[in-house]
């Protein structure tokens, strides 16, 4: 069986997301690819720094926030991942409520959502997906000190609206608590929404969508 991102022998598979993505309880059938050990990312550091990201949402269900309490242990073993995760940290006021703000490394995060876009398109259509995703982290939005949304590039406005729009067809998941996908079919390609923990969302798309959305 070949690899589902390249032609090499597939010798494993890999968890779609990642594994370290489930906490104790929440492993059972989870969804699998064949992959090649240059394609299976389990063990990234990078894969650990974009579970914490999103399990530290504020908004996310009480697996989301477990999985932020267990990822804890990673900054035990790990203090240069806490430096690299929080380093900025510090504390604001929005709409009157106590929380803190943190500069997340954005391109570190989307670039271990590519790969979950590949292994579910692959899942999904039975062979490899032939272009380069777009990664929208539709939950992230920026902020000044003050809580004030700072305004968004016209492209991710695009974006957000168009999302807005779309019904996206729901696909069943072994883990809905955890990780949730829909898909939705668009003139020139098609568009990915992952939902996880159940209440941090990301978008994925492909080259022609970009290319309507620049028009």
Same mark, same amino acid.
């Given at each position: 069986?070949?690899?589902?991102?390249?032609?090499?022998?597939?010798?494993?598979?890999?968890?779609?997301?990642?594994?370290?993505?489930?906490?104790?309880?929440?492993?059972? /059938? +989870?969804?699998? &690819?064949? @992959?090649?050990? %240059?394609?299976?990312?389990?063990?990234?550091?990078?894969? =650990? #720094?974009?579970?914490?990201?999103?399990?530290?949402?504020?908004?996310?269900?009480?697996?989301?926030?477990?999985?932020?309490?267990?990822?804890?242990?990673?900054?035990?073993?790990?203090?240069?991942?806490?430096?690299?995760?929080?380093?900025?940290?510090?504390?604001?006021?929005?709409?009157?409520?106590?929380?803190?703000?943190?500069?997340? /490394? +954005?391109?570190? &995060?989307? @670039?271990?959502? %590519?790969?979950?876009?590949?292994?579910?398109?692959?899942? =999904? #259509?039975?062979?490899?997906?032939?272009?380069?995703?777009?990664?929208?982290?539709?939950?992230?939005?920026?902020?000044?000190?003050?809580?004030?949304?700072?305004?968004?590039?016209?492209?991710?406005?695009?974006?957000?609206?168009?999302?807005?729009?779309?019904?996206?067809?729901?696909?069943?998941?072994?883990?809905?608590?955890?990780?949730?996908?829909?898909?939705?079919?668009?003139?020139?390609?098609?568009?990915?929404?992952?939902?996880?923990?159940?209440?941090?969302?990301?978008?994925?798309?492909?080259?022609?969508?970009?290319?309507?959305?620049?028009?």
């Amino acid at each position: 069986m070949k690899c589902h991102m390249c032609d090499a022998e597939a010798t494993t598979r890999e968890h779609v997301p990642p594994k370290s993505f489930f906490p104790d309880g929440y492993r059972k /059938d +989870l969804i699998t &690819v064949p @992959s090649c050990p %240059a394609h299976n990312h389990a063990q990234s550091l990078d894969i =650990e #720094y974009a579970r914490n990201i999103v399990a530290g949402f504020d908004g996310v269900n009480q697996v989301g926030e477990l999985v932020f309490e267990l990822a804890k242990r990673s900054y035990n073993r790990s203090p240069a991942l806490f430096c690299e995760s929080f380093h900025d940290f510090r504390p604001i006021c929005i709409n009157g409520q106590d929380t803190g703000a943190f500069t997340v /490394d +954005l391109e570190r &995060v989307k @670039s271990k959502m %590519a790969p979950i876009a590949n292994a579910i398109y692959f899942k =999904e #259509y039975g062979h490899q997906y032939p272009a380069q995703w777009n990664v929208f982290l539709a939950s992230m939005r920026s902020q000044d000190a003050d809580g004030r949304l700072i305004a968004e590039s016209s492209r991710w406005q695009k974006v957000r609206k168009l999302v807005a729009t779309i019904q996206f067809v729901p696909k069943l998941v072994p883990q809905p608590n955890v990780f949730g996908f829909g898909v939705c079919e668009l003139p020139g390609g098609l568009m990915f929404e992952f939902v996880f923990y159940g209440g941090f969302t990301i978008h994925c798309f492909g080259p022609m969508i970009e290319k309507n959305l620049a028009a």
